[in-house]
């Protein structure tokens, strides 16, 4: 009987276009498929609360879709190199198969297992297939990394969908040996707060199946007006694939091929799949960006910025992490966060400027919160679109361009929508008085219920001045810092 192989699940837990399972389950020898909690190896990137709650059910997902097809989740909480090399011993494997991960932290980890088993006889082979384009395949001319996003995004296009998604694999066959397994119940995964992870359970249905019911329902009601109502938080505009895209659920290049698919029945949906695969493209572009620049969660991708004079502010601060800041857009999209796990990407621009530009608070607190509390919480794209919002990352919008939270609010949820939903003691505000609260007659506020102070907040910074103190503090920086 021929030795059976360890699939090591890491952030691809589904079993359609999984190549490295596929090729594991092709070999034909029996297939244990481990999943290793191992905390102490992020350094300080553990998953965060949010993020956790979801692994739980994803997992929950994973074990029985597994376990429909003949086969097991083992479950190990430790160090993952010492726990895969203890399993290959117990059960005899002399191969390893895995999906990569493309954290450094995660691809040192991946190197050091390879030596490891390979002192015992263990091949690892990692694979790809979380990203559209693996890392080192995409460069410039000069054969670089690239920096700036259109030629990446140029540059990758026709790589795209080479090929065709790959199917589940039918049969997984075990080993005949027993192994031990840790229960998701041991692992704690699920917060202690039940009321807060009620909002989440509420909206979300993590695992492979809810990742396909999410792409399906993107792809029959959104698709077609996704160019024109991406930006509109109070639409179901968007796909919200993003934490089953970071958990592995669903692969870009199949999201790319369903919507292509789609796209190819309907003349209209066209502009719409090409707008969205694009939005894939600038996941692919993070995560190249981290894989090539590893200091890129903690650091300015710009090195000069490092001297830039932030504030520190723990009441500014926790305002804006509870959604009390008086601008109504920011605190409905920090409330939805608080409530969904999940906030709406335009609502997600704002919201961080406001915290780096009118508070001048480190871009990092703005990361960690959103670390913890965001479901779709990803190194990469957290890391490159905070560096992106504070005009440090590559390819960022510049620092002088400061987000009007009143004005951006105005443009895009126009009738107010988005603000009545996660703002329930304005609704009763006039429109064009929501937006700007402070503003409204006090006769208007009474008939509306809301004493400002009590009910809802003051602005906690007038946005004018806000902005001239940002412009300052840009022009003196730039005009002390060295070179
Ligand atoms: P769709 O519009 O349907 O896009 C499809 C997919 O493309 C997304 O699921 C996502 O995987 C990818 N995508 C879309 N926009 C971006 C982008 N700007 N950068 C990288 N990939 C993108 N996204 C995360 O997945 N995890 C994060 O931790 C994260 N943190 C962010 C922090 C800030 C300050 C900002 C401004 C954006 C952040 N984003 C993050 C990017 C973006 O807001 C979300 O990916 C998007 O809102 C998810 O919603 P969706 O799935 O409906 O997106």
């Known amino acids: 009987m021929s030795a059976p192989i360890i699939y090591l699940f890491r952030r691809d837990l589904r079993l359609a276009d999984n190549p490295a399972l596929s090729a594991a389950v092709a070999t034909g020898r029996p297939v244990e498929c481990l999943f290793v909690l191992d905390d102490g190896a992020s350094g300080?990137?553990?998953?965060?609360?949010?993020s956790r709650w979801w692994l739980h059910y994803s997992l929950a997902g994973l074990a029985a879709a597994l376990e429909g097809r003949g086969g097991r989740l083992i479950l190990r909480r430790g160090d993952t190199e010492k726990t895969v090399a203890a399993v290959a011993a117990g059960i005899g494997a002399d191969a390893v198969y895995l999906g990569r991960r493309y954290e450094p932290w995660a691809a040192a980890?991946?190197?050091?297992?390879?030596?490891?088993?390979?002192?015992?006889?263990?091949?690892?082979?990692?694979?790809?297939?979380?990203?559209?384009?693996?890392?080192?395949?995409?460069?410039?001319?000069q054969g670089t990394p690239f920096k700036v996003f259109t030629p990446f995004y140029r540059a990758i296009l026709p790589l795209l969908?080479?090929?065709a998604p790959l199917p589940t694999p039918v049969k997984v066959l075990v080993p005949a040996s027993a192994v031990d397994t840790d229960t998701l119940e041991d692992w704690r995964l699920l917060p202690r707060q039940p009321d807060w992870s009620g909002g989440l359970r509420d909206h979300w249905t993590p695992g492979e199946a809810g990742a396909w019911q999410r792409l399906e329902r993107f792809a029959t009601n959104a698709l077609a007006d996704y160019g024109a109502l991406r930006d509109v938080p109070a639409r179901d505009g968007t796909s919200e694939l993003s934490p089953h895209l970071h958990f592995g659920e669903i692969s870009p290049r199949q999201c790319a091929a369903r919507v292509r698919a789609v796209a190819a029945q309907q003349s209209a949906a066209v502009d719409g799949a090409e707008s969205f695969v694009r939005q894939l493209v600038w996941r692919d572009f993070s995560h190249h960006l981290l894989f090539h620049t590893p200091s890129l969660p903690e650091a300015p991708f710009r090195p000069d910025y490092g001297t830039f004079p932030w504030r520190d502010d723990a009441a500014a601060l926790r305002a804006w992490q509870t959604g009390a800041t008086g601008y109504p857009l920011v605190d409905a999209g920090m409330r939805q966060l608080w409530r969904t796990g999940w906030m709406h990407n335009r609502v997600r621009m704002v919201a961080a400027s406001f915290l780096v530009k009118h508070l001048l608070i480190p871009w990092q607190r703005g990361e960690e919160w959103f670390w913890d509390t965001l479901v779709d919480a990803d190194l990469a794209n957290n890391a490159a679109n905070w560096q992106w919002v504070a005009g440090c990352g590559a390819d960022a919008a510049p620092y002088f361009r400061i987000f009007n939270p009143v004005t951006q609010s105005e443009k895009f949820d126009p009738d107010g929508a988005y603000l009545r939903r996660w703002l329930p003691e304005l609704a009763e505000l006039p429109t064009k008085h929501l937006h700007?609260?402070?503003?409204?007659?006090?006769?208007?506020?009474?008939?509306?219920?809301?004493?400002l102070g009590r009910d809802y907040p003051m602005p906690i910074v007038d946005h004018a001045a806000a902005r001239a103190r940002a412009l300052a503090a840009f022009a003196d920086w730039r005009r002390d810092r060295p070179g």
Do not use: H, Y
Not at 111 to 126: D, K, P, T
Not at 436 to 451: F, K, M, S
């Open 44 to 50: 300080p990137w553990k998953g965060g609360g949010a």
């Open 109 to 141: 980890q991946e190197g050091r297992l390879q030596e490891r088993l390979s002192q015992n006889g263990v091949a690892v082979r990692r694979f790809g297939g979380g990203l559209l384009c693996e890392p080192e395949s995409v460069r410039t001319g």
């Open 161 to 163: 969908c080479a090929q």
């Open 436 to 451: 700007r609260p402070w503003q409204a007659a006090p006769e208007i506020l009474n008939r509306a219920g809301v004493a």
